[in-house]
């Protein structure tokens, strides 16, 4: 009877230790890192290099770069070696092991007609959203066109053409609730790429990336400089070049992980033990005020209030942008008066308004002939109806 007392005992407290350890140890950050093209799909092509080997080369050293030096950070390769894959299997990838952060990495190129195809250089870092230009929109049909190497993408990728501008505005309706951590990091990894591999800055911009869009988790793509150009194409095949580009991502990781520890911990309530030896963290930023829209001017001159009790109003979107833009700011192409909404990170513009949908439709022309990717959006209560 003793024996089986102390038997039991032992057993409830190894099963307390173990339950114990399963709730204080925390969920592995689990960092997903997509080296784009591979296999049959070369990417852009330099004098001798193809994209998809520089891009492997680079994932692979920030991979082990994380691994080595960043604890409780799971690494996870979309590939580790020169295969296919489609743009939808990446996403399902960086989804299906629950992901934290996505950074897909590629190599630029331009046209072969360019009279700069020789000259041009700089790295750049994307996020998901709508083009502002013909150069952000060509650099997403170039990364999203590798959908046609497969033989049902109509029906794969929900009839999505890469080709086609009318394309992309499927990417306006999408919810990015981690537009403003994908730009922030975008940032760091912009200075880092600066600061360490002396890369020219070409910034943070936004496109219609497929791969972007699936990915539940904050997410970046990047640019590392320029394949056509020779003296680029050297740097980034060189191991020294790769070892930059890699570090410099990882200095953008490092402190974007820092970040999220500490506003984990604020959430939880914990805060770690400071020592002399260990600097105090930063207070995690305020959220940031959602800024409710200017009264709209009619054409009589007179205010009307969005927030008005039940009222629906029609209102012609035709700009979202990370920035806030002056009143008179020559991107609107003359349209007067404007309004500016924010939704997340994102200040979002429209033009004219009217409590009737047939009212607004003459507007909505007006504006469709400077911005083809115009549409109409309800408001109610001062919020935006979807």
Same mark, same amino acid.
């Given at each position: 009877?003793?024996?089986?007392?102390?038997?039991?005992?032992?057993?409830?407290?190894?099963?307390?230790?173990?339950?114990?350890?399963?709730?204080?140890?925390?969920?592995?950050?689990?960092?997903?890192?997509?080296?784009?093209?591979?296999?049959?799909?070369?990417?852009?092509?330099?004098?001798?290099?193809?994209?998809?080997?520089?891009?492997?080369? *680079?994932?692979?050293?920030?991979?082990? /770069?994380?691994?080595?030096? *960043?604890?409780?950070?799971?690494?996870?390769?979309?590939?580790?070696?020169?295969?296919?894959?489609?743009?939808?299997?990446?996403?399902?990838? !960086?989804?299906?092991?629950?992901?934290?952060?996505?950074?897909?990495?590629?190599?630029?190129?331009?046209?072969?007609?360019?009279?700069?195809?020789?000259?041009? !250089?700089?790295?750049?870092?994307?996020?998901?959203?709508?083009?502002?230009?013909?150069?952000?929109?060509?650099?997403?049909?170039?990364?999203?066109?590798?959908?046609?190497?497969?033989?049902?993408?109509?029906?794969?990728?929900?009839?999505?053409?890469?080709?086609?501008?009318?394309?992309?505005?499927?990417?306006?309706? /999408?919810?990015?609730?981690? /537009?403003?951590?994908?730009?922030?990091?975008?940032?760091?990894?912009?200075?880092?790429?600066?600061?360490?591999?002396?890369?020219?800055?070409?910034?943070?911009?936004?496109?219609?990336?497929?791969?972007?869009?699936?990915?539940?988790?904050?997410?970046?793509? *990047?640019?590392?400089?320029?394949?056509?150009?020779?003296?680029?194409?050297?740097?980034?095949?060189?191991?020294?070049?790769?070892?930059? /580009?890699?570090?410099?991502?990882?200095?953008?990781?490092?402190?974007?992980?820092?970040?999220?520890?500490?506003?984990?911990?604020?959430?939880?309530?914990?805060?770690?033990?400071?020592?002399?030896?260990?600097?105090?963290?930063?207070?995690?930023?305020?959220?940031?005020?959602?800024?409710?829209?200017?009264?709209?001017?009619?054409?009589?001159?007179?205010?009307?209030?969005?927030?008005?009790?039940?009222?629906?109003?029609?209102?012609?979107?035709?700009?979202?942008?990370?920035?806030?833009?002056?009143?008179?700011?020559?991107?609107?192409?003359?349209?007067?008066?404007?309004?500016?909404?924010?939704?997340?990170?994102?200040?979002?513009?429209?033009?004219?308004?009217?409590?009737?949908?047939?009212?607004?439709?003459?507007?909505?022309?007006?504006?469709?002939?400077?911005?083809?990717?115009?549409?109409?959006?309800?408001?109610?209560?001062?919020?935006?109806?979807?």
């Amino acid at each position: 009877m003793k024996h089986s007392y102390c038997f039991t005992r032992v057993l409830s407290l190894l099963f307390a230790f173990v339950l114990g350890l399963s709730v204080v140890s925390a969920k592995d950050f689990v960092l997903v890192i997509d080296a784009g093209h591979g296999g049959r799909d070369a990417g852009a092509l330099g004098n001798k290099a193809k994209e998809k080997d520089i891009n492997l080369g *680079v994932a692979l050293k920030l991979g082990r /770069m994380v691994a080595n030096n *960043v604890p409780g950070v799971k690494v996870v390769y979309t590939r580790d070696k020169d295969v296919y894959l489609t743009l939808q299997e990446r996403a399902d990838k !960086a989804n299906r092991v629950e992901g934290d952060l996505f950074i897909s990495i590629h190599t630029n190129s331009i046209d072969k007609k360019s009279p700069n195809r020789k000259t041009v !250089a700089g790295a750049s870092t994307w996020t998901l959203g709508l083009h502002r230009s013909k150069e952000n929109l060509e650099v997403a049909k170039r990364e999203n066109s590798v959908i046609y190497l497969e033989n049902d993408f109509s029906t794969r990728y929900e009839g999505f053409d890469p080709n086609s501008t009318e394309s992309y505005i499927i990417f306006e309706f /999408m919810q990015y609730k981690h /537009m403003e951590q994908s730009i922030n990091f975008a940032s760091d990894i912009q200075h880092e790429f600066v600061s360490v591999a002396n890369r020219v800055d070409r910034g943070v911009r936004q496109a219609g990336f497929w791969v972007l869009a699936k990915t539940g988790m904050p997410a970046v793509l *990047v640019e590392l400089d320029f394949i056509c150009n020779p003296t680029q194409e050297r740097f980034l095949t060189s191991e020294s070049g790769q070892t930059k /580009m890699a570090q410099a991502i990882y200095n953008a990781f490092v402190k974007y992980k820092s970040d999220y520890d500490r506003k984990q911990n604020s959430r939880k309530g914990s805060v770690p033990a400071v020592t002399s030896s260990t600097p105090a963290p930063a207070p995690a930023p305020a959220p940031a005020e959602v800024e409710k829209p200017a009264p709209a001017k009619t054409q009589t001159g007179k205010a009307e209030q969005d927030d008005a009790s039940g009222v629906t109003y029609y209102k012609v979107q035709f700009m979202a942008l990370p920035r806030k833009l002056p009143a008179n700011s020559k991107e609107f192409k003359g349209l007067s008066p404007v309004e500016c909404y924010k939704e997340g990170s994102m200040y979002k513009y429209t033009y004219g308004k009217s409590t009737d949908r047939n009212g607004i439709q003459q507007q909505y022309k007006k504006v469709k002939s400077l911005f083809r990717d115009a549409f109409i959006i309800q408001f109610r209560d001062g919020k935006r109806v979807k």
